[in-house]
């Protein structure tokens, strides 16, 4: 006899739907590489003009490449991915702007503001599945 009442299956809800769940929510979870190791960090983001602005704590020769929220709720819940190079972000001027936006994170000496320009967004949301 199974545990679940209820069986789970995926899915994919890309396009518009994706990036406007990523928009609405913070934190996400960060994935990159330093010394051949896959490290994951909790990162602070925004969205607008189709870019992704994230602000990490990770060293900026470390080039993330890899955004994912995931959100549970009593109903089900989602998870958004973004899979893009990212580009540290070096203008003062827009540094300035970004950090204000996501402040209340301070990373010390490894404060990084990435910005990731998407090609695609990936969502997905676990449904019921009558068994």
């Known amino acids: 006899m199974s545990t679940f009442p209820f069986i789970l299956r995926v899915v994919d809800f890309s396009g518009a739907a994706a990036p406007w769940l990523l928009e609405r929510s913070t934190p996400a979870r960060l994935m990159c590489v330093q010394r051949d190791r896959t490290m994951v960090r909790r990162a602070r983001h925004v969205w ?31 998870t958004v991915t973004v899979a893009e190079p ?17 402040s209340g994170w301070r990373h010390g000496r490894h404060d990084t503001l990435l910005c990731l320009q998407p090609k695609t967004v990936t969502g997905f949301r676990p449904t019921r599945a009558e068994a």
């Open 86 to 102: 990212a580009e540290v972000i070096t203008d003062p001027a827009d540094a300035t702007d970004y950090r204000r936006a996501l």
């Open 48 to 78: 607008g003009y189709d870019r992704l602005i994230v602000r990490a704590s990770v060293p900026a020769a470390t080039v993330p490449h890899h955004v994912e929220e995931i959100r549970t709720v009593p109903a089900g819940g989602w």
